[in-house]
């Protein structure tokens, strides 16, 4: 069965199930959505309008059986940055759209009435159906409701309270295969969800599979392939202390914000270390290893347990521990897990909501350190959508302009997350140069900056550091359509017979003949796809630009500046 | 005595005194302060930072005795708009200034320390004192304080809470020659006087006078121009109803914007009308008529007391009740009478602040018509800071963006102001193409499209409304340089003695030799020094639309949507 695109209309209320236009053909995940939306979204729409599209798309090589292939990508006009958006997430819904023949969801209009609907997805198509149960509820609630509804696994895409509100921090919710959550997190996809009234989508593949042109060339790519990535030691330390354990390694590099990105290093790094967090886990009898789509050989999900023992979430970040850890500095793992649970249930994302907190820290309305405050306004603020709630879960940049901050971690509107753009300077050209706004996973100079991976580039030095975003922001966005997980990148950065492996995969997934050039290709042409979009939105050089204050506060303890200048900057376009 | 500029560096607390570059000679009002910030302010910078500059500027013909002469310009980067700004207003301030020897205060730099200051200008300069008492308290205390402290009277400038909370609807207040206020509201100036961390600045001219070249020319000139503005019917229509009154002859025109700009005429328009203003002014032993600064002949300012007889406010603009009035359909004079004094006093835009509260009740925070409820949250809200409050206090657009409504009538987030762009539609390419965001004062094509003044034009066509819009802007910045009041625009476009009269004025003043063409050259020069500021900044010819709604919503009674193409709009600049 060929895949189709599922078409929703919000406005009539009425689907449609159409052929894959030839020149989408050759795409998936984010050159998918990115492709549909530059096509069909006019750059300069109201985000949460009717104008606005949300496009759900699988990766080329989601539902098939390829290691780490089960990434979902969903795209739109940001209501956070108003650019082109796509931000992806695990959990099972890729594998189960692929299953049931869908190469794309596209979702249009908004309803006249002021009514909630949800989307069931089959093989045959698309049915609406009105909601009235489930709104007001967390996603836990949503999820748990959803399956009750059926005898075999589905897929759920959901938002909480924070996409029903419309906030521009709101998440899509991704149903894990365990009941447990990813998330679209970035760019408040959630509030597009809830502009057009729509509080879940349950994916029932049926009896659908995937079919695999040559099957035989399948499986020999794909042992090469997961072969490749289990062997590389960070995809290993991924898997022990997932990418928390990064905690320790950044604030050594002096690269951890901290305090609202006044210093580089936190006093209570230990505390919410990955080796800290791997022996609670252990000492709890959670899971310090799990796998947040089927498929997956790094782990680096895991189940985090209070102290008696029960699950306090699950599949928390590196990021989402920085956030609330060192930049509002708490020091206390049990609260930062109970805030991640609390934020997945809300439906909002924990970089874009914690590093809001830090501002609204620096503002005066809670404390630094004061975890406790956190957890009140999330459930007290945020989920009932007081006025500070609707500050904070509106984002770092709507707490800085309603408190009169200046020193506001954002570019494009969006926060920057946990790795200091000045004496981690690859970082400060992906956050600046994106089409997304500041985005860690857009080109992780981490790599090699700080990892050692795909070469040695000196974190403090603006030497290479252009180039090195640009040639990691054409891979990005290249794996990002295949549905695979960015985390292959380290191997294929470092073992040789990585990417050639991914390449077979696909061309034995589809009888087709790619090469390396096509893959830098389709890269570059998603990259300029995007940008043309933004352009079209009104961007200009201007907002390709880290704040001021990057540029006035040495960060200690290396005392360095941002210093790359805006020519300097502007050359990341030069391909 | 020549004129000086005034420096005042609030890093380093020191202040100088400046010979006037010959580049700004012939510049005075905006356009000395848009030529000074686009020369000396970086277009990128955070306009809350240490890099905006606040300049003051009173006009070329303030301090003399030159009928209506007493306009001040303010400007710098905007925070609300993030556009060059001038905002002007009457007052005392302007003349005083002028008086002083002062061309320009250009006041740059950010305390380092948190305390709060105060200015002080002599003909000598200007002196910086720290201020405790007067921090947090409303700006009639402020002024009332201020006076005290001088036996002759002095001009005062001040910011309320809004401004030291640094909300971006935030003005500047300007006392008026009985101590009332008028405001430079647009654009958030107080915000950026917050930033400065000064509470107030007074300015005492003690026996400084102004100059003139040519006296008897002067004096001749000047009663040819009091003549032609005195005769002119709008002037007196506005010396008899103040502003308002607009209610009933926009209304008739089917351009009220009624429920956040949902209707186009309000049903309870005559309570509010600018007849019936006159009614309970006179009933109650108000002031039908009253200057807002010295050498006024037009005289549409008026004091307005409550039931008892008791001064509730005064220099009540139509905008202002327009605002809380037909667009928040609250029906009740005296309640916009008691708002209008309680902005005054927090020092908040009344334009931006009710048209804010028109899409809060379309949020649901508020009931459409509940005039108690805003006079709570003006009171309770926004002086306090709250939540709420500071949504609110940052404008229309915050409060848009905080709780994801679409319907949000801002040009580059400034609040669209009392006359629908879809019937009146002259004005749509005014709010369109003004450097800084959707403000009437800009390009006032009322006058032509309504109270058909200098010609006729259909305000339904689209025909002519660009190059009427165009030329009024050019004509609005040269006359927003002389420190003369917007209203000489109405005897201007009329009668032909006028503007040969207010050229002569100039040339006497200075002994120049000015001519028509001059006056056209200034206009085009300003308005495209602001846009090239803007285009630095980061802003495209995307930001020069109107919210899509008015292309989506017919406007009741006529039934017409916005329908200027993007392309039509641009051609605005063509000169």
Known sequence: MADKIFRVNMTTLTTSVEEVPAAWAGHGGRGLTSTIVAEEVEPTCHPLGKRNKLVIAPGLLSGTVAANSGRLSIGAKSPLTGTIKESNAGGTSAQFLAKAGCKAIIIEGQPTEDKWYSLAVTPAGITITEETKLVGKGNFDVIKSVNAKFESKVGVLSIGQAGEMKMAAANISVQDPDGGLRSSGRGGLGAVMGSKKIKFISIDPQDGTVEIAQPEEFKAANRAFAKALVGHPVSQALGAYGTNVLVNIINESGGLPTKNFTQG???????????????????????????????????????????????????????????????????????????????????????????????????????????????????????????????????????????????????????????????????????????????????????????????????????????????????????????????????????????PALIDLINARFGIALTGDDVVNLGQYILKTERKFNIAAGFTEADDRLPEFFYDEPLPPHNVVCDFTGEEIDTFWNF
Chains 1, 2 share one sequence.
């Not at 609260?335 to 609390?342: G, K, L, R």
């Not at 830090?358 to 350190?369: K, S």
């Not at 500070?388 to 009169?404: D, E, K």
Request: charge should be negative; charged fraction near 20%; proline fraction near 2%.
């Open 265 to 499: 290093q936190f006093a209570g790094h230990e505390s919410i270390s990955g080796e800290t967090m791997a022996d609670i886990i252990t000492q709890r009898g959670g899971k310090v290893k799990h796998n947040c789509h089927p498929g997956c050989v790094i782990q680096c999900s895991q189940v985090y347990n209070d102290a008696k023992g029960n699950k306090l979430t699950s599949g928390i970040e590196y990021e989402s521990i920085w956030a609330m850890g060192a930049d509002c500095c708490v020091d206390n793992l049990d609260q930062i897990a109970e805030a991640d649970q609390i934020m997945d249930d809300i439906g909002i994302d924990s970089i874009e909501t914690s590093v809001a907190m830090g501002v609204a820290m620096e503002a005066g309305v809670l404390e630094f350190g004061d975890g406790a405050g956190i957890l009140r306004i999330l459930r007290e603020e945020i989920a009932k959508g007081t006025g500070l709630g609707r500050i904070i879960g509106n984002g770092t940049g709507s707490v800085g302009r309603s408190f009169g901050i200046t020193r506001v971690p954002v570019v494009k509107n969006q926060a920057i997350p946990a790795y200091d753009p000045r004496s981690i300077k690859g970082m400060g050209i992906t956050y600046a140069t994106s089409t997304q706004g500041a985005d860690h996973t857009m080109g992780y100079t981490i790599a090699t900056n700080i990892l050692n991976v795909g070469g040695q580039l000196d974190p403090l030095s603006k030497e290479g550091q252009v180039e090195l975003s640009r040639n990691l922001q054409i891979a990005t966005a290249a794996i990002d359509s295949t549905g695979m997980c960015l985390f292959i990148a380290f191997a294929a950065l470092d073992d040789e017979t990585c990417l």
